[in-house]
């Protein structure tokens, strides 16, 4: 048999859903960008609030999800964007709402040394280790007088710009935050980066034999994760323009976190979505309940997590094998040409 | 003692095994030859109760115990020694042999029965079983499942990464213990020793029981065939 | 000088709390790879059991623990076996997720029951009465008691692992599970029982940390970080090791406090990560 066999096959991406789903956000985008001259003030701020909690489930997707990272201590580079933007708005004559990207990179910056250490732990260990790095940061700040110490500082460089002025550019830079995050991760996993992080979160050690550098992929993933968490402080604090050390790094952030993901699973894009919006709507009608909405949040994360290890959106996109974010390739075998 | 009925295995949607029958008597060697991928460590496991089976797939001594777990399976008299050996490395030579007396079975072998029969563990007791020469380890693992006072003895690949002769002085160990009775399965790489040292055997190929039969009435050629499936 | 060997001799013995805290957390990871987020929740828990207890029944703190320990052991049991078993795996999420949940609603349980106040366990003159070694250098009977009694668990826990059949069980199934099945190990049964004994420890810690110091609902998560850095400082592998790392944490917590009562615990976080960036195994890692 003296035949040249070429198989040949498509690599497909797109799936019908997908290019709906294209279509409706940019649909989205363009409605939303019009609210500030609309809608009310409340609505802009809680926004901005929700696209806070959006970016930082993103960034702890990508971590977990993909990188393989479970870190309990995001709250660290928050803090450190907030009390950036602080700090650089209030004592510098930068315009502050610059000072919001700076702050970023800020976080990212420190995320670096921060890496060097934590990364010699492994697994649950990293986590907590995480969370001692967050802590440190917390006393530091909470023992520096001059930033206020433990009751914490304002922002008071935004007080000559009228109060809609401050609350229409900061929702359009939560606007852009929100959807730039989504973007960002799903770019970045479409990339050859996404799929080598893909390979190691399924397994490190045939990743690492096909080349992948793992060490330095998860080092980037880890400061790509502080540079959102740092915005998304920034832009927090933005909001609240009043920050504390408790508020900048305390482990609610990853408490309310990791309840979202527990919802929207990780290992999608779509997921940490579903479970911010689902978040927001039980905080809305529930909110008032304290400890108990508390508990039941507890409760329902637990019982989540025993019975659908990959969250609810993840089992329901399972079960109904729906992608609105494809990050997957899917392989499509056409005729075998013989010749 | 031990019969398997149409057993069949899966690993999530794969199936592995295909209806096997195969059957071991009170006091026979079985062994289980055949490729790698055959099936051969996919039936040990459905065999002691790490892979689930069909509850009627396998009977042991009158029971049916497809799909028990393998602690209770361990208790019931069916005692592995693993492919890889398998020892605990954190625990000593003698505590792996104690772990292998973990279900308390009554019977001829204790730990001083098991000294007399491989002195060597004895010179080595307190040492981590991990200073072991893989000879060492191989019969470090059998001294510990003998100890579980076993019905049947399995053991998986025992020649595995041996020098011939140790493989030798193992087998040899083995016989000593089959004169005072033994039942058991072996599966092995090694296609000679098995029809040397067994009664009866079975080929695997691709989940499947290609021969079976009395080991010195098959002949070469037949082993082959159904080795490769040609 | 004096003032400065009895800062080091506080921090010993306040070492001995950690120890307790850390001794807990260290056999669930080495039994079962799980790090247990909700522990130092766990820990107050037991304190404000020790507390109602106490008051409710009106029994000295020693009675309160005695009957404590009984029903930590069998709601360690109870816990592996209802929920911790379904965390193990090879998925990194859920056992963190489910621990994190726990320690939520432990947190928010205890401040619905005992509100947000502080309180502490009555122990009478114990709590002050102290043991005089001469030249200014005074020792508390509590801390004392405290030390003492984290020197009897870690022996107990090191004759439990080395020396019993039970042991040698928990051991075997931390290196290969399924090995230890063939062995005729129930895994599910030896989890629940290693979550139960070290639910008993951390009865005892919570009752000694509730007399020692105020207490409230939300105190949890900073023991998790004590008890989590004497792991680390001391080393994987040995309770023995865990104990040192206790007594290291709480004399670089002790040195703070004297340099700057803000500065304390702040120390004692940058000696843990001082540490972890010299020694990443720890000082004392049990070599395999």
Redesign the interface.
């Known amino acids: 048999m003296d035949a040249t066999v070429k198989p040949t096959f498509n690599v497909l991406r797109a799936t019908r859903a997908s290019r709906a789903g294209g279509i409706i956000a940019l649909i989205l985008f363009a409605v939303l960008a019009s609210l500030p001259f609309w809608a009310d003030s409340s609505w802009l701020r809680l926004f901005a609030e929700f696209a806070c909690f959006l970016v930082l489930a993103q960034m702890w997707n990508l971590l ?1 999800g993909y990188g ?1 990272l ?1 870190s ?1 201590g995001q709250q660290a580079f928050v803090g450190l964007g907030g009390y950036a933007l602080v700090v650089l708005a209030n004592h510098t004559t930068l315009n502050p709402f610059l000072c919001l990207p700076l702050a970023g990179l800020i976080a990212a910056l420190l995320a670096v040394p921060t890496a ?2 934590v990364f ?2 492994q ?3 990293f ?3 995480t ?3 967050a ?2 940061y917390r ?2 700040f ?2 520096a007088s001059f930033l206020g110490g433990g009751s914490g500082t304002s922002l008071m460089a935004l007080r000559g710009i009228p109060k809609a002025t401050r609350e229409s550019i900061t929702f359009w830079i939560a606007l852009v935050l929100a959807f730039g995050s989504v973007a960002l991760v799903y770019w970045l996993l479409r990339s050859r980066q996404g799929l080598a992080l893909t390979a190691i979160r399924d397994s490190e050690i045939a990743a690492a034999s096909q080349g992948i550098d793992v060490r330095a992929v998860k080092f980037l993933v880890y400061v790509i994760a502080a540079l959102g968490a740092g915005l998304a402080g920034a832009l927090y604090f933005l909001s609240n323009l009043r920050i504390s050390p408790d508020a900048a790094f305390g ?1 609610n952030w ?2 309310y976190i ?1 309840f979202i ?2 919802i929207g699973g ?1 290992g999608t894009i779509e997921g940490p979505i579903v479970g911010t919006v689902i978040y927001f709507l039980l905080r809305e009608f529930f909110g008032d309940f304290g ?2 909405y ?2 039941t ?6 019982v989540v ?2 019975k659908f ?1 990959k969250g609810l959106w993840g089992y329901a996109m399972q079960r109904l094998d729906l992608r609105f974010f494809p990050v997957q390739r899917r392989v499509q075998f056409l005729e075998k040409e013989t010749s | 003692m031990l019969t398997t009925h149409n057993l069949t295995a899966f690993y999530g949607d794969f199936q592995a095994l295909f209806g096997i029958d195969l059957e071991v008597n009170a006091g026979e060697i079985v062994s289980i030859i055949g490729a790698n991928g055959a099936g051969k460590s996919t039936f040990l496991k459905t065999i002691t109760g790490l892979l689930k089976a069909p509850h009627s797939a396998v009977r042991f001594e009158g029971r049916d115990i497809g799909g028990m777990p393998a602690h209770r399976i361990a208790q019931a008299g069916i005692a592995m020694v693993p492919e890889g050996r398998r020892l605990f490395a954190s625990l000593s030579v003698e505590e792996n042999l104690k772990m292998g007396a973990y279900t308390r079975r009554p019977g001829r072998f204790d730990l001083d029965a098991v000294y007399a029969l491989l002195p060597v563990l004895k010179e080595k007791r307190t040492q981590p079983s991990t200073s072991l020469s893989g000879g060492q380890q191989q019969m470090a693992a059998i001294g510990r499942a003998l100890l579980a006072n076993p019905r049947l003895l399995i053991c998986d690949e025992i020649s595995l990464g041996l020098a011939p002769i140790v493989v030798k002085e193992i087998y040899e160990i083995l016989g000593r213990i089959r004169k005072e009775g033994l039942t058991a399965i072996i599966v092995e790489q090694d296609v000679g020793m098995a029809r040397l040292f067994s009664d009866r055997l079975y080929c695997f190929q691709e989940g499947r029981v290609s021969l079976s039969g009395r080991s010195d009435a098959l002949s070469h050629e037949a082993i082959s065939k159904a080795y490769f499936g040609v | 000088m004096i003032a400065w060997i009895d800062t080091i001799v506080q921090g010993v013995l306040l070492g001995g709390l950690y120890a307790l805290f850390a001794m807990g957390l260290s056999l669930m ?1 080495g039994v079962m ?3 247990n ?1 909700a522990h130092g929740d766990f820990i107050l828990l037991a304190a404000f059991a020790g507390m109602a207890l106490v008051t409710g029944l009106g029994v000295s703190p020693g009675i309160a623990l005695l009957v404590l320990m009984p029903l930590a052991f069998a709601f360690g049991y109870g816990l592996q076996r209802g ?1 911790l078993n ?2 193990l795996g090879r ?8 621990t ?6 432990i947190q ?2 205890l ?2 029951i005992f509100s947000a106040d502080t309180r502490s366990i009555q122990a009478g003159a114990l709590v002050t009465a102290s043991l005089h070694l001469g030249e200014g250098l005074a020792v508390g009977w509590l801390p004392l008691t405290i030390f003492v009694s984290a020197i009897a668990v870690a022996l107990a826990l090191q004759w439990l692992f080395g020396a019993t059949r039970i042991g040698r069980a928990f051991r075997a199934a931390a290196d290969d599970s399924e090995a230890a099945q063939l062995m005729g190990v129930d895994n599910r049964h030896i989890y629940a029982l290693a979550t139960a004994i070290a639910m008993v420890v951390v009865a005892i810690a919570g009752v000694f940390h509730g007399i020692r110091t105020t207490i409230a609902p939300t105190d949890g ?1 900073a023991l ?2 004590y008890a ?2 004497a792991v ?1 400082i001391g080393g994987l592998g040995s309770f023995w090791g865990t104990f040192a790392g206790g007594v290291i944490l709480g004399v670089a917590q002790s040195i703070g406090f004297r340099l700057d009562p ?2 304390g ?2 120390v004692g ?2 000696a ?2 001082a540490v ?2 010299v020694k ?1 195994n720890g000082l004392f890692p049990k070599t395999r």
């Open positions: 977990a393989g479970v309990v060097l250490v010699r732990l697994g649950g260990y986590a907590i280790g969370w001692v790095v802590e440190v006393l530091l909470a023992n482990v990853t408490a990791i993901v527990v990780i400890t108990w508390l508990m949040l507890g409760l329902v994360a637990i997590m025993v290890p | 990871f790879r799980l790090v987020i929920i379904f965390a998925d990194i999420l859920p056992p963190l997720l489910i994190f949940g726990l320690s939520i609603v928010n349980a401040l619905q998560p998790l970080l989590f850095e680390v803000g500065w615990i702040l976080h940058l843990f990560l972890l960036l990443p």
